[in-house]
């Protein structure tokens, strides 16, 4: 697993993900954003053609059958980090990021359900009074990550 930091690293995935599209729309962002790997709890993902920059080659992505494999495969020491609308929720704009962190989003149906959020260290939203598509939160929530925890970011551009 990649270091996005001397200090840190982060994953992120989806919990009962709707559409493969979404996270094959995550794991693109993840890869140019600087993310260790994503993951799938209760999904899964096929290869897709519009993947460009080859996402599937560069990070890794872990599918977990249950939210306990998930819990029993998270490294020490690290943070989940649950995505929800919820009162409990803090606004990401005034969230600190742990270090170390794994950042699980719900489904835009469903989100996360109450024994998911309680097992979460920290819980955030974005503003706004309805979910948004789950690749295009997660995309935000690791940008600002990148802009509050400076990362060095991977070269995509470079050639094979």
Request: glycine residues 8%.
């Amino acid at each position: 697993m990649k270091t996005t930091s001397k200090e840190g690293y982060f994953g992120i995935g989806v919990f009962r993900g709707k559409t493969e599209h979404n996270i094959g729309t995550l794991w693109r962002s993840a890869y140019i954003l600087g993310a260790s790997y994503i993951f799938t709890v209760e999904g899964k993902y096929k290869k897709q053609s519009s993947d460009v920059v080859k996402a599937w080659s560069r990070i890794p992505l872990f599918n977990y059958d249950t939210f306990n494999e998930l819990l029993k495969n998270i490294p020490h020491d690290c943070r989940l980090v649950g995505v929800e609308i919820c009162d409990e929720a803090t606004e990401l704009a005034d969230f600190e990021h742990p270090q170390r962190a794994i950042y699980l989003l719900g489904s835009e149906d469903f989100g996360l359900p109450t024994e998911v959020r309680e097992k979460c260290h920290f819980l955030i939203k974005l503003k706004g009074n309805t979910s948004m598509n789950v690749g295009v939160t997660g995309s935000v929530v690791i940008y600002d990550r990148i802009t509050k925890i400076p990362t060095s970011l991977p070269d995509y551009h470079r050639a094979e």
